[in-house]
C-alpha cells in the first residue's frame, strides 16, 4: 500500500456499483493510492459515493454510452477479426464493463483493471486474454495468491506466494514450470527478498514413484535449465519444505539456504485447496488471485471478497503497473 501510494497508478474497476467496490474505493482514494475509474451507471454510483462522503475526484464511465465506445467497438472488431461470429457481437461486447475496462488498459488509459466481486474467474480472464492479450513469447497464463501470515503463528514472517490457485487445471511439465517462474519473478516484484521456490508434491527426492512425482521432477529440471540462478528445490513435500527436522530426514540435500517464498503446487486441485486451507484455518490473509502473463494488470477478485481484499488487490495491481513499467524502460 505504500508503495502504491508512492507511485500511484489509474486502476479501473469495471463492477463499480457494487457496494463493496464503492466502499473500497473510499479508502483508496482517501488514503490516495491509485486513480480510480468506476465503471456502471452513472448516477447511481455519483448518488452512492455521495452517500459514502466521497467528494474527491473518481472518473464515472458508464460504458453503452461513452464517446469512446464506437472506437472501441473499432478497436475490438479489428482485434477479433479472425473470431468473430454472429454470437460475438463488437458493438454488445464492449458495452459489457469487463471488456471495456480491457480496452481501456489495452489503449493505455488506465494502468490495470479489476473485477470479480460480481463476475465469475471464467469472463473475467476471457476479457483480458482477448482484449489486453498475453506477454510476447509467453504461452500460459496463470496466477498466484500473496498469502499473508498472522504475526506469531506459522513460520513465515513474511508473506509468501502459492500458485497456480485459479488457472492452469492440470499443467504438464512445461506448464508447471512457466507458473514457476512467472511466480518467481513476481516474488521479485513484491517480496523483499530473492524468491526461492519449492516445487511440491506428495513424494520429497524420489521418495515415490509415480507419473506425477515424475512430472514435478520435470518441471524442476526444465525451471534449473532456463534459470540456473533461481533457487529451487522440488519434488518436495510441504511439510519438508518448511520444516528442518523433517527435511534433514527426507531430503538431506536441500538446496535452499532458507525456507522457501514460492509454493508450486502440481495442479489446480491441489493449490485451490491448499490456499483455502491456509486462509480458513491456518489464519492466512489470501490476496489474489493476482494474473501473470498478460500484457498488462488485469486481476480477479473473489465473488465473496470483503473491503479489505478489494483494497490489498487494488494496491497490488499498482504496484504489477508500476514494476511493469519500470522493466519497459
Not at 472506437?71 to 457481437?89: F, G, I, N, Q
Not at 469487463?98 to 474467474?121: H, K, P
Not at 504475526?151 to 506448464?175: K, R, S, Y
Not at 490476496?287 to 480477479?300: E, F, M, R, S, T
Request: glycine share 6%; net charge negative.
Amino acid at each position: 500500500m505504500a508503495t502504491a501510494a508512492a507511485y500511484p497508478k489509474h486502476i479501473v474497476l469495471a463492477e463499480g456499483g457494487d457496494a463493496r467496490v464503492l466502499d473500497a474505493s473510499e479508502i483508496i482514494v482517501r488514503q490516495k493510492m491509485a486513480k480510480l475509474t468506476l465503471l456502471g451507471d452513472e448516477a447511481t454510483i455519483k448518488a452512492e459515493l455521495r452517500r459514502r462522503g466521497v467528494h474527491q475526484d473518481i472518473e464515472i464511465v458508464d460504458p453503452r454510452v461513452d464517446l469512446r465506445l464506437e472506437c472501441y467497438v473499432k478497436k475490438y472488431t479489428d482485434l477479433r477479426a479472425s473470431s468473430l461470429s454472429e454470437t460475438d457481437d463488437a458493438e454488445r461486447a464492449m458495452s459489457d464493463p469487463l471488456c471495456f475496462a480491457a480496452m481501456m488498459v489495452r489503449q493505455g488509459e488506465a494502468d490495470g483493471t479489476i473485477a470479480g466481486a460480481a463476475s465469475t474467474t471464467a469472463d473475467v480472464v476471457r476479457a483480458g486474454l482477448r482484449i489486453i492479450g498475453k506477454l510476447p513469447n509467453n504461452r500460459w497464463v496463470s496466477s498466484f495468491f500473496l498469502m499473508c501470515p498472522k504475526e506469531g503463528l506459522g513460520p513465515f514472517g513474511h508473506p509468501i506466494i502459492f500458485a497456480d490457485c485459479a488457472m492452469v487445471i492440470e499443467p504438464d511439465a512445461d506448464a508447471l514450470a512457466d507458473i514457476a517462474m512467472s511466480s518467481a519473478r513476481s516474488a521479485q516484484s513484491f517480496l523483499d527478498e530473492p524468491p526461492r521456490v519449492a516445487m511440491l508434491s506428495f513424494s520429497t527426492a524420489g521418495s515415490a514413484t509415480h507419473p506425477r512425482a515424475v512430472l514435478v521432477q520435470e518441471a524442476t529440471d526444465i525451471v534449473r535449465q532456463q534459470w540456473p540462478d533461481l533457487e529451487i528445490v522440488g519434488e518436495i513435500q510441504f511439510d519438508a519444505a518448511i520444516d528442518a527436522d523433517i527435511r534433514e530426514r527426507k531430503s538431506p540435500n536441500y538446496p535452499l539456504q532458507n525456507l522457501p517464498n514460492v509454493f508450486i503446487f502440481p495442479n489446480l486441485d491441489a493449490a485451490n485447496i491448499g490456499y483455502k486451507i491456509a486462509e480458513r484455518i491456518g489464519g492466512m490473509k489470501a490476496i489474489g488471485p493476482v494474473l501473470q502473463g498478460l500484457a498488462k494488470p488485469a486481476n480477479d477478485l473473489s465473488r465473496g471478497c470483503s473491503v479489505d481484499d478489494i483494497v490489498a488487490l487494488i494496491a497490488l495491481t499498482a504496484c504489477q503497473a508500476a514494476s511493469n513499467e519500470t522493466h519497459t524502460r
